[in-house]
């Protein structure tokens, strides 16, 4: 009964089950009050569930709500509807939303949709100091409190009558920053300020400007002040005494400089003032630069100073700037408006200068140690001025020149460049040279001792005549070298090699090699090889011509072979001839022995195969007579048969034939009775067979 019962439930519970049925239509997304809201006014993300079911039956749904691939909610009902609310929107509300619905195993899924929080909070920016001296640094911080990174932060610092300084600090894993300024010189009251910024899908957002906070800057030391004594009106020769003074709060590490066009003239530390003095001169005019440094604080005060001058530079004069050693030179000092001073000549030296002489004239006989720059000082009150420097140049004459080739030898290979020098051992510089080439001038160089020519246009026939000029600034005016020949090396072309006789030469004759070419200057070095394995040099010879000859005495056979012959010059290229053949044969007496020679022999051997023929044709002609048939027969029975009676028959036919036992023997037995009745003699004949070889041999 109870399993009756049990049966019918489960059928009832599954008939139940069958009849629950649903599907999704679709699932979507919504915002209110729009996509776009305003920053800190309330928004609702909604999610919608669209189900169509067979029969009205409660289902269960779990929403989940996503952000930019994040959850933000989640919630379990068994409305069609789930709402996520923000009572106050924020800027990192802005993203892409979507919502899921998950019933009853079965699960859906809405479109995207992005919402944009306009708007970005109020940075609040605060400020480690509210009091600050020149040169100390601030440290500024500004957060944006509900605003999520990355964000952008800038910073601004803001100076009456100046435009704001403006600092950029991105931040990608926090929502607030920090940054020094550091306070400087003239910065009394600064404000600060900051705002921030994040990208959105439509660009960059910014926010609010900050609150500006307020800090006071004190001056840790005046502006110095820089004055000159005793009076404004200075000369030269005055003293002249400056003054650098300032007003400091803390007397700590603090440094007072002072300054003409970059020299530091004076410096004292953790002092108020700084004092300096000097005997004037005109080229103490200038600016001059007081300057207060303490930490990285500086401050500066400029001022100009003019020294009017006592007397002008005193000018020096020479009787000649240029002259011949032993003349007489004369300087002269003199001061325009005056004539009381204190001169003095002196010569400028590498190191240090040269007193000649405390006066204002300077009479000497030169030499070339002489020459140098001069100049003169002149001393008034205390204040020496120096004349601008006279340079004085002392010549010695030029020596005669010397030409000759670079390379050593006064020779140059045709087609190659010739270079020269001409040198003078003595002679002031600068020295001027002149190159000559027969009676043209081919250069002009000036330089010390030497100069250097190169001819490039070297012809066949630019055998000599070069000459040299050199001349300074002495009087005595150009000296000429001596006319240099130089010999043009013509190099070698075109070898040639030939023999007499050629191509074949009889053993034991002499034969004549000729090597010629076709042109090269003299002399000229033949050499003559013969190729075999390695070059072998035979014969060489220097001819002052353009060929030679060489005789080979007593040819032998091993003499046969390739030759070549090599000429060369003082142009140092060897020019090598085409190779010849010489083949070295048998003289015709001995080629006249060797012919009798084997003639004798074939002679010879002639007879005995005669003899040898005739021997054997001797020994078979009985056998071969009576195989002959037509001749044999009749010999054999002759003289049987002239016994008969002269009227009876006469048989003269081939009446026998040779049995395969070598035995004649009648051809026709039944030739009558005479026939018969005749005696007839056999004769047995033993024939030898000829050797088919030896036939052979003797046919040939």
Partial sequence: MYLALLVIFLQCSELYAQGKVFTFNRVEIRVQPSVKVKNGAPMSIICHADISKNTDFQLKHNFTIFKDGKLVFMTVSDKEDARYEIPMAKSSDTGDYECTVKADGKLSFSNSIYVWVAGMTKPILTADKKEVLEGEVVKLRCELPEEVPPLEFFFRKIKTNSAPKEKRVPERNQNFSEVEYYVEEGDNILQFDCFGKRQVRSGWESSQHSNKTLVTVKEPFIKPTLITGPSSNVTEGDQIEFECSTVVAQMRDIEIILQKNRTILNSVRDKKFLKYSTVATQEDSGEYLCKVEQGAVSKTTKLNVFVSELFPKPTLSASMTKLDESKDLILSCIINGFRRANFSIVRKGSHEDILLKNSRVLAMKVNVNDTGSYT???????????????????????????????????????????????????????????????????????????????????????????????????????????????????????????????????????????????????????????????????????????????????????????????????????????????????????????????????????????????????????????????????????????????????????????????????????????????????????VSTLDPHRENIWAS
């Fill in 376 to 686: 003169c000082k002149a001393e008034i009150k205390g204040i020496v001025k120096e004349s601008k420097p006279v340079r004085i140049n002392v010549y010695a004459p030029v020596s005669k020149p010397t030409l000759s080739v670079v390379s050593g030898s006064p020779e140059v290979i045709l087609g190659k460049p010739l270079q020269l020098i001409c040198h003078s051992v003595m002679g002031t510089p600068p020295i001027t040279f002149t190159f000559y080439k027969g009676d043209e001038i081919r250069k002009n160089v000036t330089n010390d001792t030497y100069a250097m020519f190169l001819d490039e246009d070297i012809g066949l026939n630019d055998n000599g005549r070069y000459k040299c000029d050199a001349r300074n600034n002495h009087s005595s005016g150009v000296k000429t070298s001596n006319i240099l020949n130089v010999t043009v090396i013509v190099p070698i072309r075109n070898a040639s090699l030939g023999s007499v006789p050629y191509g074949e030469v009889e053993v034991g004759s002499d034969t004549a090699f000729l090597c010629s070419v076709k042109e090269g200057s003299w002399p000229i070095d033949f050499k003559f090889f013969k190729k075999t394995d390695h070059e072998v040099l035979l014969h060489e010879v220097r001819e002052y011509s353009d060929r030679t000859i060489w005789h080979k005495k007593t040819m032998k056979r091993k003499d046969t072979g390739t030759y070549y012959c090599m000429a060369s010059n003082r142009a140092s290229m060897d020019v090598r001839s085409r190779p010849i053949t010489i083949h070295v044969i048998l003289a015709a007496w001995q080629k006249g022995v060797i012919a009798a020679f084997v003639l004798t022999a074939i002679a010879g051997a002639g007879a005995i195969a005669l003899w040898w023929f005739l021997h054997k044709k001797k020994k078979a002609k009985g056998p071969s007579m009576e195989m002959s048939g037509s001749a044999l027969a009749p010999n054999l029975t002759s003289e049987k048969l002239t016994r008969q009676p002269s009227d009876g028959n006469y048989y003269s036919g081939s009446g026998y034939i040779e049995d395969n036992e070598n035995h004649m023997k009648s051809t026709d037995e039944s030739k009558g009775p005479d026939l018969e009745s005749a005696e007839v003699d056999y004769t047995e004949v033993e």
